[in-house]
Nanobody
Framework: QVQLVESGGGLVQAGGSLRLSCAAS????????TGWFPQAPRKEREFVAA????????YYADSVKGRFTISRDNAKNTVYLQMNSLKPGDTAVYYC?????????????????WGQGTQVTVSS
């Protein structure tokens, strides 16, 4: 079992930045691909970024390319999502999730472990 805990969310003005963290316990996160999935009110959970267990493969949704960067520090058992140039449309609860597939996938239902989420609110 892998337990995931997200942190780093908050309230930021449009154009600002946040860095989310996803810390793992139970098992080392270095065996798992990890993704970030925001869910806005009354909307489906969607994919924005994923990273392979080694960090060598990354995927991004078109909507965040050039603005968001996913990275990982396996020594700290943590995956990060650096979010720059934030827009009000980025407002959502952001969940991190882990899976054993290689390369990582973008479909939420293919992820096995989920955190509780962290709220990101971008004001205009």
């Amino acid at each position: 079992q892998v337990q995931l805990v997200e942190s780093g969310g908050g309230l930021v003005q449009a154009g600002g930045s946040l860095r989310l963290s996803c810390a793992a316990s139970g098992r080392t996160l270095s065996f798992y691909g990890t993704g970030w999935f925001p869910q806005a009110p009354r909307k489906e959970r969607e994919f924005v970024a994923a990273i392979s267990w080694s960090g060598g493969i990354t995927y991004y949704a078109d909507s965040v390319k050039g603005r968001f960067t996913i990275s990982r520090d396996n020594a700290k058992n943590t995956v990060y999502l650096q979010m720059n140039s934030l827009k009000p449309g980025d407002t959502a609860v952001y969940y991190c999730a882990a899976q054993r597939r290689v390369p990582p996938t973008t479909a939420p239902d293919e992820y096995d472990y989920w955190g509780q989420g962290t709220q990101v609110t971008v004001s205009s």
